[in-house]
């Protein structure tokens, strides 16, 4: 009798065993590029007030433009203080080859020191450059020699494109790093998508087959404003950087979030196994004009849904008048509505982003087309004179 339940046992756990071994393990992590090249005090606060949300930062340390080489200044402290890994990034603009091993590491080692020597949990370096398809094998054989001069604890990583996967070469490149990171966003005309969800599924399911090793997918956060000439060229593509370079006729093209969060939501039932964790290109910041707010993309990691909730609310000045300002209190980044007023208001005027119109049914003020209100922001959108009281605050979905 206890031989057979000793052999029912195991036949039991050899079950449970095999069960576990087929359960679709949880995606691991969830991570935020941080891409400033100068720290300001918005992003020293976004990083201290995100920490919960992300299990560690992709952090670019140093750009390769041209023959320049620019060092980041990032807040060693602030990185330091929350106790997340942390990996240094180098960005290669361009397509131009990679700058020689040798040069390169006169650069990242004293940096490798100084991070490591302000506290940071520095796990690895990361190189963000797009190749040309033609020369991945080039490529991987400057990996194979950067690698042999960093310090053998540290991971190496790269970014991958979706255009390698149609390379035999591909191969050999991710052969010579610890993981990857697949980028499905702005990956084609800056001008068309910023996001295709089906495309990026695709892309993600093909790279998985390709790897051997653990990879992520870099997903957006973002927008951009773009410029195109008369023969529908792309000009200009307006990102993070404070300086603008699109005309007026530029416009703006954003990631779509409900997009994003339909991608996570068929990649969960249907997840690679070497598929560990997303990318988020890049970390919310307050005052960053294109990038996403830190409460909607929350809600995206968080599968929340995605609506818009605007309230109005009204001050009464000591003259009469009642200011007019607006509140985004939803899940999602929006353009801001129209607000038709009561027929009782007859003056007032518009501010900022708000024109004041006059419609049959009396004043509406109308948001400029490129207006956007983030979650959890305000934006003051007039004033007016009325014969009644107005409602100290009504909402507008």
Request: glycine share 8%; with cysteine.
């Amino acid at each position: 009798m206890t031989a057979m339940r000793a052999a029912l046992a195991a036949i039991v756990w050899s079950l449970i065993l095999a069960a576990g071994c087929h359960r679709r393990p949880p995606v691991d992590f969830h991570e935020a590029y941080i891409w400033q090249r100068q720290w300001t005090a918005a992003v020293v606060s976004a990083v201290a007030a995100q920490q919960g949300e992300f299990a560690g930062w992709r952090v670019l340390g140093l750009q390769l433009v041209g023959s320049d080489v620019i060092e980041t200044r990032p807040d060693l402290a602030a990185l330091a203080g929350p106790g997340k890994p942390v990996r240094l990034v180098v960005r290669i603009d361009g397509a131009r080859g990679p700058l020689a091993v040798p040069a390169l590491l006169a650069r990242l080692s004293p940096l490798i020191v100084r991070w490591r020597a302000a506290g940071l949990d520095l796990t690895g370096i990361e190189i963000d450059h797009d190749c040309a398809t033609s020369a991945l094998a080039d490529y991987a054989s400057w990996l194979q020699q950067l690698r042999r001069g960093l310090p053998g604890e540290l991971r190496l990583s790269i970014t991958a494109l979706p255009s390698w996967l149609d390379s035999p070469a591909l191969d050999q490149l991710l052969a010579t790093v610890d993981d990857s990171v697949l980028q499905v966003h702005a990956v084609e005309r800056p001008d068309r998508s910023l996001f295709d969800g089906k495309q990026a599924r695709q892309w993600t399911l093909a790279f998985a087959r390709r790897t051997q090793h653990p990879f992520a997918v870099a997903l957006p956060a973002y927008g951009v404003r773009v410029d195109t000439d008369a023969q529908g060229r792309v000009s200009a593509v307006d990102a993070e950087a404070d300086i603008e370079r699109s005309g007026a006729g530029g416009r703006e093209l954003r990631a779509d979030p409900r997009e994003v969060a339909r991608f996570l939501r068929q990649l969960a039932s249907d997840r690679p196994e070497n598929l560990r964790g997303y990318l988020w290109f890049r970390l919310p910041v307050a005052g960053d004009r294109r990038g996403w707010s830190a409460a909607m993309l929350g809600a995206v990691i968080a599968a929340t849904p995605l609506e818009s909730h605007f309230v109005v609310r009204g001050t009464l000045n000591a003259g009469g008048s009642v200011d007019l300002a607006l509140r985004n209190l939803g899940t999602l980044d929006a353009p801001p509505p129209a607000v038709d007023l009561p027929a009782h208001c007859r003056l007032g005027d518009a501010l900022g982003r708000y024109r004041l119109q006059s419609t049959p049914a009396g004043l509406r003020l109308a948001p400029d087309a490129d207006a956007w209100l983030p979650v959890g922001e305000t934006m003051d959108i007039g004033w007016v004179r009325c014969a009644q009281t107005l409602e100290r605050e009504w909402v507008i979905r």
